[in-house]
């Protein structure tokens, strides 16, 4: 749910915010890999698993993570429709591990799922 600044942000917009039911669904990330063994997951790779569940392969980019790379690496839950509007109206924005970065840092779910 935005907070109230982020309303009045939506509104200059004429952004109608999401009703609950729609912001509790996954962003619809598009698809694209299939574990056919011939080519590894690669940055930014989305898969559905057996549950439904959207995970995207991350690949930590910015130096803010070097110390804890090899540990970050691996497949995300995408976030869903509400946290993803949420950080568009923010100054921040969650990278896969939950650390907070700038909204246009390349580890940032934005700048990751393609919306900026």
Not at 4 to 22: G, K, M, R, V, Y
Not at 56 to 67: C, H, K, Y
Request: charged share 25%; glycine share 8%.
């Amino acid at each position: 749910m935005l907070n109230t600044q982020q309303q009045q942000i939506a509104a200059l917009f004429d952004h109608e915010p999401l009703t609950e039911s729609e912001g509790s669904e996954q962003y619809p990330a598009e698809i694209d890999f299939w574990d056919d063994g011939k080519v590894g997951p690669f940055l930014g790779a989305v898969y559905k698993n057996k549950e439904g569940i959207l995970r995207l392969f991350w690949i930590p980019q910015g130096r803010n993570f070097a110390a804890e790379y090899d540990d970050l690496v691996g497949w995300y839950d995408v976030p869903t429709m509400e946290e993803v509007e949420g950080w568009v109206f923010d100054s921040v924005c969650e990278a896969p591990s939950g650390d907070e970065v700038e909204p246009d840092h390349p580890d940032s779910w934005l700048s990751l799922l393609g919306v900026i």
